[in-house]
């Protein structure tokens, strides 16, 4: 399953449902799910829930600099912390529902630099950060960031065959 924007959030509740009502039948029988730009809670039981249904890949595509998803997603939600937007890390010491300790052990979110320059430049882009890359883990979500692929949550269509090539698909 690949889905991004609203489509990333409906495979997400689906997983959550699929946890809640599927019962043991309903460990591992999605292979793999990839999340990019999800306006979704980080709260760690969710994604939790969401990770036991998947067998494969559970992949979360986030970019920092995508404005249209933090003010839209905070306007309708009390929650600071957003899935597109920042890694989930589901091996986190401290609380599991907590959208901070999602992002770190310290509770703080992470400082990007000012200097966006490697999104404009015309050099070749970054590597991608691999975050939580464990084969064969059960307990993890996958992390990739994609701000180096974007400029806005508008772009995701025209660079979702990258994104694609970037997670090996």
Do not use: Q
């Amino acid at each position: 399953l690949v889905g991004y924007g609203m489509g990333a959030r409906l495979i997400f509740h689906c997983l959550e449902t699929l946890a809640a009502e599927g019962g043991i039948e309903a460990r591992g029988i999605v292979e793999n799910a990839v999340l990019i730009g999800a306006p979704v809670s980080m709260d760690l039981s969710k994604w939790a829930a969401a990770r036991g249904v998947v067998a494969g890949r559970l992949v979360n595509c986030y970019a920092w600099n995508d404005w249209i998803l933090a003010l839209l997603y905070r306007s309708k939600s009390y929650e600071i912390g957003v899935a597109g937007l920042y890694p989930i890390n589901l091996t986190t010491s401290g609380s599991t529902s907590s959208a901070k300790t999602a992002v770190s052990k310290s509770g703080t979110y992470p400082t990007y630099p000012a200097d966006n320059s490697n999104v404009t430049s015309t050099a070749a882009p970054p590597k991608p950060c691999l975050l939580n890359k464990h084969h064969g883990s059960a307990f993890e979500v996958e992390n990739f960031d994609v701000s180096h692929l974007i400029t806005s949550h508008t772009d995701y269509p025209r660079v979702l065959p990258d994104i694609i090539a970037l997670l090996n698909l």
